[in-house]
C-alpha cells in the first residue's frame, strides 16, 4: 500500500483464545475478548491502552461495535473491514497506516467463531447465486476442487503431491501442543479417505472448528519497551480477484500475484531471504497455488515443489509449522491465526517446532473463494 513505511509498527502481543470445540454458551465475542485480554497480557499493556479496535466475523454483522462494547472501549479509530479469511492482513495494514498518521496508537485486531459448536452451515450462510447455486456446487469446497482440478490438468499436479500438503501439515502439528489432530497422517490414508469434491478428499479440507484470537499493534518504538520481543510489519500487500469462483479468470493464477509483490517492494527483500511460510491452507491446492504466485517456484511447478517432504519439518521450507488449517484449527476465517503462528516464529518461541534463526516470515491469507489475496512480511530486530 502507498504510502505505509517499512517497519513503522510492530506486533506487541499475540494470542488465540480457546480452541477446539468451546462451551455452547460462548459467543464469537467472548472468544474475540479473551483472545485480546489473553494479548494484552502477552506484552504488558491493559484495556484502557487500547485506542483502535479491527474485526469481523462471519457470525456477526457488527463484529467491531459488539467487541468494542463488550470491552467497553470508545476507539478513536475502528475498522470493520469483511474480505474473508484475509480481512486481518488487511486490518493490519489500516491499522498502520492509522497509527503513522497518528490517528491512534495502540491496535487491536480481533477475531472470533463457534462454528464448530453451532454448525458450518449457521456460522456462515450462503448467499444465492443466480449463476451458481442452481448446479448445486459444495462451496466452498467444489470451488476449490475446480482449482485443484485445472491445476492438475494444466500441470501434472498430482493427488499425491496435494496429499503431500496435508502430511506436511499434519507432521508440524504433532510438534504443537494445541493443534487439534493429534495422530500421524499417510499419503495413502489422504487418498484412501471421504471424496468430498474431486479430487478433494475430507484430509484435503481444512478443520471444522471454535476459536479465535488478537494481535496487539503498535509503533515501533513504542513496542521496543514493552514486554516482548517486536515483530515488526516489513511489508503488506492486498488484491482483490473476484467474488464467485465462475469470475475467476484462471482458477490457477490468484491474486496473491499481486500482493505477494508489493509486501516484497515495502519490504525490500524477495522469497529467498523468507525464514518460514505461514499460508491459509483450507485445502491442499492453496498452498500449492501460493507457493507459485508469490514466487518460492515456477507457476506449475507447486505440486513437484512440495513433493517428498519439502515443505514438512526437515524439508527446504518451513510451511505451516502450526499445522495450519488443515491440522492445527480452523475457525472458519483462519487469516489471524495464520499471522500469529509467523509472529511466533520470528520471536523464536514455537517450541519443538521453531525454525531455526527465523528472522523473516510471510504470513499470507485468502479469502472467500481463492477471492482475495492479502500477504504480510514480518522481520525481527536482524532486519532493521
Known amino acids: 500500500m502507498s504510502g505505509l513505511q517499512r517497519a513503522s509498527v510492530a506486533v506487541a502481543g499475540v494470542a488465540e483464545s480457546d480452541l477446539g470445540q468451546v462451551a455452547p454458551h460462548t459467543s464469537p465475542t467472548d472468544l474475540m475478548a ?3 485480554m489473553r494479548a494484552l497480557d502477552d506484552c504488558g499493556l491493559r484495556l484502557s491502552d487500547i485506542d483502535a479496535v479491527l474485526s469481523a466475523t462471519s457470525q456477526s454483522r457488527y463484529s467491531t ?28 495494514a489500516h491499522a498502520q497506516a492509522a497509527i503513522q498518521q497518528g490517528v491512534c496508537e495502540v491496535a487491536v485486531i480481533a477475531y472470533g467463531s463457534t462454528q464448530r459448536t453451532v454448525s458450518r452451515a449457521a456460522a456462515s450462510p450462503r448467499e444465492y447465486n443466480f449463476f451458481e447455486t442452481p448446479y448445486r456446487p459444495f462451496l466452498p ?15 501434472g499436479t498430482t493427488r499425491e503431491q496435494l496429499a503431500e500438503v496435508a502430511v506436511a501439515a499434519r507432521k508440524w502439528a504433532l510438534m504443537n501442543p494445541v493443534a487439534w489432530e493429534k495422530e500421524p497422517l499417510t499419503i495413502e490414508q489422504v487418498l484412501n479417505s471421504r471424496m468430498v469434491s474431486y479430487p478433494l478428499t475430507v484430509r484435503d479440507c481444512c478443520l471444522v472448528t471454535d476459536g479465535g484470537g488478537a494481535i496487539i499493534v503498535t509503533s515501533a518504538a513504542r513496542a521496543r519497551s514493552l514486554r516482548k520481543k517486536p515483530v515488526y510489519v516489513l511489508g503488506v500487500g492486498e488484491a482483490i480477484g473476484h467474488t464467485t469462483i465462475s469470475n475467476m479468470p484462471d ?18 527483500l524477495k522469497p529467498a531471504d523468507v525464514d518460514m511460510l505461514s499460508l491459509y491452507d483450507a485445502f491442499t491446492i492453496t498452498p500449492i497455488l501460493f507457493l507459485e504466485d508469490l514466487g518460492f517456484c515456477p507457476k506449475g511447478e507447486g505440486g513437484r515443489f512440495v513433493a517428498g517432504g519439502a515443505i514438512a519439518p526437515g524439508g527446504k521450507l518451513a510451511v505451516n509449522t502450526s499445522g495450519g488449517g488443515l491440522s492445527y484449527c480452523h475457525p472458519g476465517m483462519y487469516g489471524l491465526l495464520v499471522m500469529i503462528e509467523a509472529i511466533r516464529q520470528v520471536r523464536g518461541e514455537c517450541g519443538a517446532r521453531q525454525v531455526k534463526d ?24 536482524a532486519t532493521l
Open 251 to 268: 482458477l490457477t493464477v490468484t491474486a496473491a500475484a499481486e500482493s505477494g509483490p508489493q509486501a516484497f517492494r515495502m519490504a525490500r
Open 358 to 381: 527465523c528472522e523473516v516470515a510471510l504470513a499470507h491469507g485468502n479469502g472467500g473463494v481463492l477471492s482475495t489475496q492479502c500477504s504480510v512480511i514480518f522481520g525481527s530486530d
Open 65 to 92: 461495535m459488539a467487541l468494542c462494547e463488550y470491552l467497553r472501549i470508545k476507539p478513536r479509530f475502528f475498522d470493520g473491514t469483511m474480505i474473508g479469511g484475509s480481512s486481518f492482513m488487511s486490518h493490519l
Open 34 to 36: 479473551q483472545a485480546t
Open 141 to 155: 469446497a467444489s470451488a476449490y476442487a475446480l482449482a485443484a482440478s485445472r491445476h492438475m490438468h494444466e500441470f
